[in-house]
C-alpha cells in the first residue's frame, strides 16, 4: 500500500502544492499564482479579494485532478503559509477586510480595528486552517512579532497588559497548538470547494522560513541555511529563545520542530523577487532558441568573469524600515557591460549582502559553520551556487526536492500522525542531499577583496540617497506590481 501527504505551501506570490511519499519524493506537484497584490498609500500592501483562499481552492483542485492515485491513501494534509500576513475576520469567518500582507507597514504595528464587523484577528495559517476545518486553531509558530505570543511558552502570553498593549483581548485570538498537531479535518464545504478528500487530518506546521528549515533538514549544528526567496536570509538552529530586544545581528524565530528555534540574520526584502524583476525586463529573449529568459541571462553571465568586471549592485528594491531613504544602483557601470554583467552583479550583491549579514550573526553568537544548505529558487541554478560557495568560501549544498517548505510540511505531518517517531527519524529518511558546490581557489580571491569594496558601500551612497530624498520630496513606496513567477521559483 502507497502511503502520501499532501503539503500546502502558500507564499506571498503563488501557491505550490505537493503530494509527497513517505520517503520525501515529490510526486504530484500544482504551481499557481496568486493574484496581484493591491498597494496603495501610505505603505499598504495587500492580497486583492479573498484571493489567498480562491486562489488555494484552484491550485488544490488542480492538483487533484492530476492525482491518479488512490484518495484513501492519502494520510494527512499539512498546511504551511507566509508569515506576518495579518487577516481579520467577522464572527463568520469571512474576511473582514482585505488580507495585510507582510510587506504593509500595519503588519509591524499595533492592530487598529477599522471595521465594526471585526470579530477575529490571526495569521495566513490560521486563515486557512478555518476555512479548511471549521476549527479557530493555529500554529504557535507562526505568531512572531506585534502579537502576545510568550516564545518560551509557544503560547499565548500570561501578561495581561500585553494583549491590551498591542490592542488584542484574548478574544480576538485562536487557540494555539505546537508543530505537528492535529488543526482538525476537512470538512464537507472544504472538501467541495477544493477537491481535497473530506476529514483528512490538517497538521500544523510553522511560518514559512521554518518549515523551509526543516525541509532543508536544517539541525542545529555547524550548518548554515541560506534561504533565497522574495526575501532573503541566512538561518542556524538553537535550543535557547533569545528575547527580542537582547540580540543587534539576528532575531530568534519559533523553528518547526516544538521547542527548537531559529536565530535568524538580517536579510534583503526584495531578493528573489528582483532576480524575478530584471529578468522580466527581457522578457522573449530566449523565444528564438526556446530557452526561458533566465536560461538566457544565466548562460550570459556564466561568460562574465567573478566580480562581474567592476560591476557592483546595491540590493535595495526595499528599503529596510529604518532606513526608507535607500535606493538600489548599478555601480561602475561602462562600454564593457551588457545585461550578463548585470544579472551575475546582481547574483552576487545578493551573495555580499548574505554574506555581511551572516558574519555578523555568526559573530555575534559565537558559532562557527562548515557548510551552506541553500534553498529556494535560486539553489537550482549551478552559476548561482556556485558563487555562493566562492563568496562565502565554504561549500554549497542544495538537496534533491527544490520546494524545501513543502518537503517541511510534509515532515510535520508524517511526524505528527506517527508515520515516523521523532523529526531526527524523519529527516533522515526524506531529506535528501544533491549536489555540492566546491570554492574555487581563484574566485575566492577575487571576491574576497570585492567584498571589502563591497561592504561599504552604504556609507558612500547613504548621504546621496538622502540628499535625493530632501530635494525630491519622500517617495511612496514603490508598487509591488504583478507577481513575478520565474522558473527558479
Known amino acids: 500500500m502507497n502511503r502520501y501527504i499532501l503539503a500546502i505551501d502558500q507564499g506571498t506570490q503563488s501557491n505550490k502544492l505537493t503530494i509527497f511519499d513517505l520517503q520525501g519524493n515529490a510526486l504530484w506537484q500544482e504551481h499557481q499564482p496568486l493574484k496581484p497584490l493591491h498597494t496603495a498609500a501610505g505603505g499598504v500592501v495587500e492580497h486583492p479579494d479573498d484571493d489567498l483562499w480562491t486562489s488555494l481552492q484552484a491550485t488544490s483542485q488542480a492538483l487533484m485532478a492530476k492525482f491518479d492515485g488512490d484518495v484513501s491513501e492519502i494520510l494527512a494534509i499539512s498546511l504551511g503559509s507566509i508569515r506576518f500576513n495579518r487577516l481579520v475576520l467577522k464572527a463568520n469567518g469571512d474576511l473582514a477586510q482585505p488580507a495585510i500582507s507582510w510587506m504593509d507597514d500595519r503588519a509591524h504595528q499595533i492592530y487598529e480595528k477599522t471595521t465594526d464587523d471585526a470579530v477575529y484577528v490571526t495569521a495566513s495559517t490560521g486563515y486557512l486552517a478555518y476555512r479548511l476545518t471549521g476549527n479557530r486553531i493555529?500554529?504557535?509558530?507562526?505568531?512572531?512579532?506585534?502579537?502576545?505570543?510568550?516564545?518560551?511558552?509557544?503560547?499565548?502570553?500570561?501578561?495581561?497588559?500585553?494583549?491590551?498593549?498591542?490592542?488584542?483581548?484574548?478574544?480576538?485570538?485562536?487557540?494555539?497548538?505546537?508543530?505537528?498537531?492535529?488543526?482538525?479535518?476537512?470538512?464537507?464545504?472544504?472538501?467541495?470547494?477544493?477537491?481535497?478528500?473530506?476529514?483528512?487530518?490538517?497538521?500544523?506546521?510553522?511560518?514559512?522560513?521554518?518549515?523551509?528549515?526543516?525541509?532543508?533538514?536544517?539541525?542545529?549544528?555547524?550548518?548554515?541555511?541560506?534561504?533565497?526567496?522574495?526575501?532573503?536570509?541566512?538561518?542556524?538552529?538553537?535550543?535557547?529563545?533569545?528575547?527580542?530586544?537582547?540580540?543587534?545581528?539576528?532575531?530568534?524565530?519559533?523553528a518547526d520542530v516544538p521547542d527548537e528555534y531559529l536565530y535568524e540574520s538580517n536579510g534583503v526584502y526584495r531578493g528573489m523577487w528582483t532576480v524575478s524583476w530584471f529578468a522580466k525586463q527581457f522578457q522573449g529573449i530566449g523565444d528564438a532558441t526556446h530557452e526561458s529568459t533566465l536560461d538566457v541571462l544565466t548562460?550570459?553571465?556564466?561568460?562574465?568573469?567573478?566580480?562581474?568586471?567592476?560591476?557592483?549592485?546595491?540590493?535595495?528594491?526595499?528599503?529596510a524600515a529604518d532606513r526608507p531613504f535607500r535606493k538600489s544602483a548599478f555601480i561602475g557601470l561602462d562600454e564593457r557591460h551588457n545585461r550578463g554583467h548585470m544579472f551575475r552583479s546582481i547574483l552576487e550583491g545578493l551573495a555580499f549582502n548574505l554574506l555581511n549579514y551572516s558574519t555578523a550573526m555568526l559573530k555575534e553568537l559565537d558559532r562557527k559553520v562548515d557548510r551552506l544548505v541553500v534553498t529556494g529558487g535560486g539553489a537550482q541554478n549551478d552559476i548561482f551556487m556556485q558563487l555562493i560557495a566562492d563568496i562565502f568560501n565554504l561549500p554549497a549544498q542544495r538537496n534533491v526536492v527544490t520546494d524545501a517548505a513543502g518537503l517541511g510540511a510534509a515532515i510535520n505531518a508524517a511526524v505528527g500522525i506517527g508515520e515516523y517517531r521523532t523529526y531526527d527519524d524523519a529527516i533522515a529518511a526524506m531529506v535528501k542531499p544533491a549536489d555540492s558546490f566546491v570554492p574555487q581557489a581563484d574566485a575566492v580571491a577575487q571576491y574576497a577583496k570585492v567584498y571589502e569594496k563591497y561592504k561599504n558601500l552604504h556609507q558612500f551612497t547613504d548621504p546621496v540617497f538622502k540628499e535625493l530624498q530632501t530635494i525630491n520630496g519622500v517617495a511612496e513606496r514603490g508598487k509591488v506590481g504583478e507577481p513575478l513567477i520565474a522558473s527558479w521559483d
Open 299 to 319: 548562460r550570459e553571465a556564466a561568460k562574465v568573469a567573478p566580480g562581474s568586471d567592476g560591476l557592483l549592485t546595491l540590493m535595495d528594491w526595499q528599503a
Open 138 to 254: 493555529d500554529t504557535a509558530a507562526s505568531y512572531i512579532g506585534t502579537w502576545p505570543i510568550d516564545m518560551d511558552k509557544w503560547d499565548w502570553t500570561d501578561e495581561d497588559m500585553m494583549f491590551d498593549f498591542l490592542n488584542l483581548p484574548r478574544t480576538l485570538l485562536f487557540k494555539l497548538v505546537k508543530p505537528g498537531a492535529i488543526l482538525g479535518n476537512v470538512t464537507e464545504e472544504a472538501a467541495a470547494a477544493t477537491g481535497l478528500p473530506k476529514g483528512l487530518p490538517v497538521i500544523a506546521t510553522a511560518n514559512d522560513k521554518a518549515v523551509e528549515a526543516l525541509g532543508a533538514g536544517l539541525k542545529t549544528g555547524p550548518d548554515l541555511l541560506l534561504s533565497l526567496g522574495t526575501y532573503t536570509t541566512s538561518i542556524l538552529q538553537g535550543s535557547e529563545n533569545h528575547p527580542f530586544g537582547t540580540t543587534r545581528y539576528y532575531w530568534t524565530n519559533f
